[in-house]
Structures are given as C-alpha cells and as structure tokens.
DNA sequence: TCGCTACTATCTTGTTAATAGATAGCCTAA
DNA sequence: TTAGGCTATCTATTAACAAGATAGTAGCGA
C-alpha cells in the first residue's frame, strides 16, 4: 500500500470522478485506475462504486478514514523539515542550573516569540549528566560549561561567567586556610563544574576539600549559605540576581579559578530539526549583542 | 516519501542497526541504506547518526515519532481487511422504527457478541428516506418494506410482517365507514410504508384518506391509540410486545393488505467490509433459523 | 601502532513497477 | 438512438527497486 495510493483514493472520493483525481494531483487517469485498482487487489475489497456516480463504497470509506490519518501525519512530517519559516514540534534543551535560571529567561522568551509552535523542554542538571544526556540523544542541544572533547559536535561559546565566593558574612579578603577548614562547601550535586572549581579554590589556599554538601537546587543551596552553614561558588550574575532575597556577601576570586565560559553543544548541523537551527540562530544573536 | 523507507526508519532506529533492520524486514543492508539515504535528501535533514553507534538524530527522532503514527494507521487499515475471524471497524445500519424495536434486537446482540470489536450505529426512518441513505453512501446497510428496484443491490427477504389494526377497544370485525371516517388515524413520518397500507385499507373500505396524524416513535403513537385518538396500522409482532403496556386491542386485516416484507439491502458483496460481511452471515442465519 | 572485525556506502546488474498516451467499451442524458 | 463524458485496458518508455559483490571506515584489542 502506497501513500500515492491513497492520495488518489481521497482525491477520487472527494471528486467523484477519476480524471478529476489525476488532474488534481497532476497524472493521467489510467494511473488512477491502476493505483486504485491496486488497491483493490490488495485488500481483496471494491472500494469505488463505478457504476453510476463514482463514489466510495462503504469499505472505501472506511479506508479514506485511515488514508486521511496517515496523510495527515505525512504532511504534517514534512512541514515540520520544509514548513517555510516557522517551526514546529518539539525541541529539548539541556542547561545547567545556574544558566537556566540567569541566562536562559530572555533567550527563551524570544525564541518562543519567534517560533510559537515549538514545544519547549528543558532538563536541568551538572554538566557530566547534560553531556550523557546529549550523547544519548535525550537532548536536542545543552549549555555546559567547557567544550565538548567529543568530535563531531557543533560547540558554540555562549557566555562567559565569573565566579565568586558566596558566604554569609561580608569578606573582603579570602577567609584563612583555618576558616575554610572548618566551614562546610556546598555545590551541586556530583558532575556540576562549579564543583571542580571549589576544589581548585581550596587546592589553591593549600586546604584539602572537606565537607561539601550537595544539593539539587539553587534556592536551597543559597539559602543554606545564607543561613551560616558554609561557603559556595557560583556565578557573580546568578548571585546577584538573588541578593536581596537571602542575606548573602560575596569575594572575587583570582581570575585563574573565576572564570567560567559556558558552550552551546549540539550535534552538527546537518542533523538539526528547524526548530533547533531556529534556536541556535537565536542563541547566536542574543551572544552577539551580549559581547560586542 | 514511502511507507517501506519509515519503516525501515523504525527499524534502523529500534535495532541501532542497518543490518538488523535489513533483517527484520526481510531485505538487505544496501537498500536499507538506499531508503534511509533517501529519506535524508527528500528532508533535506540528516536522520542517522553513522559515526560510531548508529542511533537516529533530533531530526530522526522527531520523524519515527510521525512515522509511527502512520504506520500504526496503516497497519490498522489492513486489519480492518485482512484481520482474521474478528471483524472491526464501524458499521452503519439503516432500519424501520418497527423494525428496529421488534426485529432488530436478537439478531444485535447475536452479531455484538460474535464481532465485539465493530462500533454498531442504528439511523431509523421511514423506507424512502432509508433509501436515500444508502444510495448516498450514508449507512452501510438497510432494512426496508419490499425490495429495491435499484440494481446492483444486494437484497435478502429478512422478515414477514402481518399488519393488524390497531385501536383501543375490541375489535371483532372491520370498523364501518362511518367509524373509520370519523376517527384519526395514527402514521410514522411521510414515507413510511406502513402508511401506504393504511390508505390501501382505507380504499378497501370505500373511504377516502381522512386525517393522518404523523409520529416520529413508536412510544408516542401506541400511546394516542391506547387514549382513544384513532386507530393505526403496525405489524402483529410489535404489536403483541407492547400491548400490555399500552390498552390497545387488534384485528387481523385481508391478507393482500396485511402482509408486508422486510427486506435487507446493501451494495455489491465485493464492497462489503468484513463487519457488514459478518452481520449479513448474522442475518442469514437469524432468518434460517425463524422460517425453517 | 597495527591489524582484525563489524559495519555502512557504493556500484552493478537484472528485474520490476510506474508513467503517459492511445484506444476501446460503457453508461447517461438528451 | 446518438453524442458526450467517463473508466478500463493496452503498450512502449522510463524510472525505481532489490540483491549481491566490493570498497571504505570506525572501533577494538594486542
């Protein structure tokens, strides 16, 4: 069974006539009656009534109500690759936290704007599980910090952040190797980078990592640190966005440790859905305007 | 785009594999990579990931999920064909009100409880309005007072009326004139061959057509008959099932006026779907069985 | 680094199917 | 009865397809 068939087959029950079917889809008539009747062969069943008005008998009705279906889902599979500027379907993005939460807001908020039809999902985690994601096609695309060693993947530097050290006292110089010792760290759980680089932090005041709490998400993690129970890292934007609602202070740090560039990954190019190149195209505007 | 290259799409990206896939479907590995390849230049859009593991891209995911929902649709439709011993679908049958309350209900249930998958759905109307329904392709199926002139119709006697008049007290004899003349008398809808018989009585009776009230239910005009408005004309079987219902009385009518025949008709065999094939075995043996 | 293995891409050939045009047959309506 | 419109059939040309053989490539282990 062909889709060409069945294109025919609607075409003929709509028009009630089979040259009208083969002008409508640009063929001769025999090709109508060959598919037609091919069809026929096949399912062992008369599908046009030819005596008379040509008209759909009830087994041809019934298979023009699965015909519509299948042709529905064909066009609209291919609109989805060559529907002309907008978009459509799905794209699912994997970012990190702190990105999601600092970065992503107005780049979101303008794609949405200019493709309204792609539904939009995103995943939230550390960089080591976004990559998983990513390679096992789980994502369409993430935001990650560091580039992808991997080949054969479109890396894009999105943008760039300097951390700072959070804390809940104001501190205008690093706190002492014995402060730090007998402070707790908290990050986010196993695989974020932030978390490696609390390490280097640590490493650098010649203090070995302690204790580092692991959390699951910003508001917790900066609340904790609000509360006295120890210091973290994080971007200096993310942090100041959520200044005034917990009482937290920040340090810079050496520029070796604070600075932090965030990519986007995807896959190559070839393989991106409109929606993704929409996306992407975006993303490249919205960097551009953000670093001149 | 054809159905053959989505489901091998399907296969390549459930089995992670060309050869795989080329075995499921019984072919081999160069046409699967022939169909793939050319799914990719009709989208424009690389749908396999070949480096490495072969796993499908965004843009192959987002077809499989299209892909499927065609196939499911097609592999439904060919069911509704080719499916054996259950039958499926819809099946659209035309009937007589009287019909429908008397005769209809065993053989229903019969064929409900052989073909539990169709989707039955019952039009009633009066024999001429039937007709207009299957001549348009809107039922299946009738049942009709007498057979179709129309041919290319399948037509089978299904059931033997014997008309009675009906009214509301005993009756011994045939009504005089005066009486019939100054009485209602009760019909469904123009069209309905019951009323033909009614006129055809009252002819016999050497009495002009006098007033006819028109119903639309069968309910409504066993009713107004019990109440005394008049007499009607209705077949003893469904007559015999409401009388103890209704206080309605009945005598038996000259056989050329009393028996009426049902009859059931449908377009050509070769256009039956399986379910309307089923339901006429139904009907076949339902009548057997009632006039051995 | 070097093969070994498993996989996909490409090429070739024989076969099959699809297309468009011409024509014959049929039904309907005047 | 006849003319007009419609579908079925036939045919030659062209395109598409399937299968096998072969070449190329990535990944794995020694």
Redesign the interface.
Known sequence: ???KSLRLLVAVAETGSFGAAAKRLHTVQSNVTTHIKKLEEE?????I?R?GRV?????????VE??E??LT??D???S???GQEKAC??L?IGAMETTTALRLPPILAAYHAAQPDVDIQIKTGPTAELVELLLN?QV?CVFVAGQLEHG?YHSLKAFSEQLVLVGSTPMTKMPSSQALLTSAFLAFRQGCSYRQRIELLLASQGVNAGRIFEFGSLDAMLGCVAAGMGYTVLPCGTVDAHQHRFGIHTLELPTSIANIDTYFVA??P????PA?ASFADTLRDAVVVDEP
């Open positions: 069974m062909q889709l399912l062992g069943v008369q599908l009534h005596a008209r759909p008998t009830s087994a041809g009705l019934a298979l699965y015909a279906r299948m889902a064909h609209e599979a291919v989805l690759f060559k379907g799905r699912r096609g369409d054969r896959p190559e070839e393989t991106w859905t993704l």
